[in-house]
């Protein structure tokens, strides 16, 4: 069994019907996963192939700024992704953006179904458990899952997007979202940009779509967010875009 949770839970007695989200908040590998070391450099596990480098900050503010309460991992991208379904190929990385993961390369199914079960499952059920609270509570949780995407991949052309807001088949909230965010008139805004949301097995189909539960993914673009200084300024920015995005969501059709 696992030393340290896969979660951390921030603002717990925030409102009940926004939860947010972070799939990729930490590059920590877990001492029970190669001994706490894929076998990457440190530069590499700095990188946007370990987590989603400001993405962790931007939400704890957001939990503070909207009093929401959060869910974030504790676990590397790389040791298991949370952002993928469990049949997912790319569920486990054995190459990513040009780097090779060492401790990867030789994971059999033994070792995968002891990571679902010690670190996917377990943040997934966190996320359940958030969700059950505030249906006890009388509300329907609106999803908001916060990512962050670098600028440009290996042998790549640079992505133009400050922000990009991901969706499926649910506009409820991202198409508010969208039309709040194009008006911001600095900002390249991506539309299901620079990632599709239309990604079955995801987190956001896992506890929104299946659900029914209005949600969308906003990515950053990780430059703007690589400092405390930049996590604080995009969340100021998007708690009142988020504040008026959710009250367009929840108002009747």
């Known amino acids: 069994m696992p030393t340290d949770p896969a979660f951390e839970i921030a603002n717990p007695d925030g409102r009940p019907d926004v939860l947010l989200l972070c799939d990729h908040a930490s590059n920590r590998v877990p001492p029970e996963v190669c001994g706490g070391d ?21 939400t704890l503010e957001l939990a503070r700024l909207l009093d929401a ?12 992704d949370p952002n993928r379904g469990e049949d997912d190929p790319t569920l486990i990385m054995k190459l990513y953006d040009g780097s090779v993961i060492p401790g990867n ?12 079960s010690d670190w996917h499952r377990t943040y997934h059920d966190a996320i359940r458990a958030r969700i059950a609270r505030a249906e006890a509570a009388g509300a329907r949780p609106a999803l908001i899952s916060i ?3 670098t600028p440009q991949l290996r042998g790549r052309a640079p992505r133009p997007w400050h922000v990009g807001v991901l969706w499926d088949r649910d506009s409820r909230l991202a198409a508010p979202l969208l039309e709040l965010l194009r008006a911001e008139p600095d900002l390249c805004v991506g539309d299901n940009e620079p990632y599709s949301g239309q990604l079955q097995g995801d987190c956001m189909w896992t506890h929104g779509t299946r659900r029914g539960l209005p949600h969308a993914l906003i990515e950053i673009r990780n430059d703007l967010i ?4 930049g996590e604080r300024a995009w969340a100021r920015r998007l708690a009142p875009i988020l504040r008026r995005a959710l009250d ?6």
């Open 38 to 58: 894929l076998g990457l450099p440190p530069e590499d596990m700095a990188r946007h192939i370990a987590y989603d480098v400001g993405a962790r900050g931007v």
């Open 248 to 253: 367009r969501a929840a108002a009747p059709a």
């Open 105 to 116: 390369r030789h994971v059999d199914g033994t070792e995968t179904a002891r990571r679902l």
């Open 226 to 229: 690589a400092d405390p200084e």
């Open 147 to 149: 990512h962050s995407f």
């Open 69 to 80: 309460p959060a869910v974030l991992s504790t676990f590397s991208r790389l040791v298991i």
